[in-house]
DNA sequence: AACGGCACCTGGTCGC
DNA sequence: TGCGACCAGGTGCCGT
């Protein structure tokens, strides 16, 4: 489910009701994650502050007291801001109840995603030290990408959704920039041009801001703290528009296979690089 | 070092 | 109606 935008969603949808409060309780029902939630999570979190709810790549950061709560949704993670407990629905794994009442909910049907808890400086976090620059931050550039191209041969949609070289671009937002570039899903990075990395570059930028704004992609069942989807779905180029027509030349649109996932794009207007070189 | 592939898990959809 | 195959938004880790 959540790429950049919809964790981003998250975050800010839940940070006004969790800062400045103390933690209350915290239930755990189901432990078995991609990695277990520890034992001592309640105990360590009982009584602490909520400072501050950040975001590093796709991992939300609940700043307490004394540490930082990990958490990543994973493919199928959604977490909810409820005013009281209400019951627990089916995979609703985990709870944070704070002082005012409100409760954070943890619902993850495939558990791919995780909670976790750290004392360290969140830099030096294993899940977060190797992680790229953010693509919204200052931090990445055309020259920067232009200088982690360089020798690259692998696809270069692959490239994009490697978080060693930029956070946040997943499956579907990868897609989406290359389309906007006019860039084949399967040219090299090391091919692009200096023209071709300015636009990748400003195109994942802009398609995770207007993500944002939209509130993130709702394909299936991604909400936000409110539980309600994202607008974004209706904007999508060519995500999920396999044999629908191009929005630019009304070129029928075609999927191919890359690292077992599927990339669609338009042959006119995203060259492939064999036929064209 | 760079790259491809697999694994983790549930649930929805599709074809027979 | 039932059942198996396949697919899904992520990503760490393994082998080559």
Not at 139 to 144: A, L, R, S
Request: charged residues 20%; hydrophobic residues 35%; aromatic residues 6%.
């Amino acid at each position: 489910m959540p790429e950049l935008p919809e964790v981003e969603t998250t975050r800010s949808g839940i940070s006004p009701g969790l800062v400045g409060q103390p933690i209350r309780e915290v239930i755990v029902r189901e432990h078995r994650f991609r990695w277990p939630i520890p034992d001592d999570l309640p105990a360590l979190l009982n009584g602490q502050q909520v400072v501050s709810v950040t975001r590093r790549s796709k991992y939300l950061l609940i700043h307490v007291t004394k540490g930082i709560v990990i958490i990543h949704l994973g493919m199928s993670g959604s977490l909810r801001l409820l005013k009281s407990a209400s019951p627990a629905a089916k995979h609703d794994h985990v709870d944070i109840v704070m002082a005012n009442g409100y409760v954070l909910r943890f619902n993850d049907p495939r558990r791919f995603g995780c909670v976790l808890y750290t004392t360290d400086p969140i830099a030096h976090h294993p899940l977060i030290r190797h992680l790229g620059p953010e693509p919204l931050s200052d931090d990445f550039t055309p020259d920067y990408f232009a200088q982690r191209c360089r020798l690259r041969k692998l696809p270069i949609k692959n490239f994009i959704m490697d978080a060693k070289v930029v956070v946040g671009v997943g499956n579907i937002y990868a897609n989406e920039a290359l389309f906007l570039s006019g860039i084949h899903p399967n040219r090299t990075p090391s091919s692009l041009t200096k023209r071709e990395i300015d636009a990748l570059t400003h195109n994942i930028r802009a398609i995770l801001a207007q993500a944002i704004k939209r509130g993130g992609t709702t394909l299936k069942d991604f909400s936000n703290a409110e539980g309600k989807p994202g607008y974004f779905a209706q904007e999508l180029l060519v995500y999920g528009r396999k044999g629908m027509t191009c929005t630019v030349c009304k070129t029928p649109l075609v999927e191919v296979r890359l690292q077992n996932r599927s990339s669609v794009f338009c042959p006119q207007c995203q060259p492939d690089p064999q036929t064209t070189s």
